[in-house]
């Protein structure tokens, strides 16, 4: 599956079923950080091809200028993207585990060493925890769309670019994006951090809110 196959088969294939079940065309978009990312490419695709069935979109953590990606950045190198592109061609994706190894070496006091004194050291039992556990539930990447993806939007910054990126045939530009959008970022996302986020509000064209919450990536965006 390639980067184009996630827009076709997602959100574009969605907006059809949605008007075959329902009969409305119009719908609200809603996407979160990676699937954001994709829903800014999907609407200036749409916006290629004249298609103004999305009336709103709300963007959770979403990138769009990804220059400065914080310590992420240490992960995706042109040895390391080298060294994923030969291991996935091995097998066809990416295990969900490689993924978040990496966010929780990023989070290391938090993701790791709490546990190795709480439950190791000391012997207690971990408490419950309900981010961790939807933390845990991770995802196989295909590896077709995840090369495309960090070879294009992280190391080209394409996004950013006027034409750079094409999905399925169509140059894609963001400045054409005339939707109305919601951004909100959270101040300690080290994933997605909020001055990559904050870009969209010159780029995107559309009456655009951008909101700067507390906590982290997770957190900030379920916290009340």
């Not at 996630?6 to 719908?27: C, Q, R, S």
């Not at 390391?80 to 990416?94: I, N, R, V, W």
Request: proline share 4%; charged share 25%; net charge negative.
């Amino acid at each position: 599956k390639s980067f184009e196959n996630y827009m076709l088969e997602g959100p574009l294939a969605a907006m059809d079923a949605i008007e075959e079940a329902t009969g409305e065309k119009e719908v609200n978009l809603l996407g979160f950080c990676i699937g954001g990312i994709l829903s800014v490419a999907t609407l200036a695709y749409m916006a290629a091809k004249k298609d103004n069935r999305v009336k709103a979109a709300t963007f959770l953590t979403t990138m769009v200028d990804l220059t400065d990606i914080g310590e992420a950045s240490i992960f995706i190198d042109d040895d390391q993207l080298t060294a994923m592109e030969d291991y996935m061609a091995k097998k066809g994706y990416l295990e969900g585990h490689h993924m978040s190894g990496m966010f929780s070496l990023l989070r290391e006091n938090d993701l790791i060493w709490s546990f190795v004194v709480n439950n190791y050291l000391l012997g207690k039992e971990p408490l419950p925890f309900d981010l961790l556990y939807w933390n845990s539930d991770s995802t196989r990447l295909p590896a077709s769309m995840l090369i495309y993806y960090l070879r294009n939007f992280y190391k080209k910054n394409g996004l950013m670019k006027k034409n750079e990126l094409e999905l399925n045939g169509v140059p894609i530009d963001i400045e054409k994006v005339k939707t109305p959008s919601y951004f909100l970022s959270t101040k300690d996302d080290h994933i997605a951090p909020w001055r990559s986020c904050y870009p969209a509000v010159h780029k995107l064209k559309g009456p655009v809110k951008f909101v700067l919450g507390g906590s982290g990536h997770i957190g900030g965006v379920v916290n009340p």
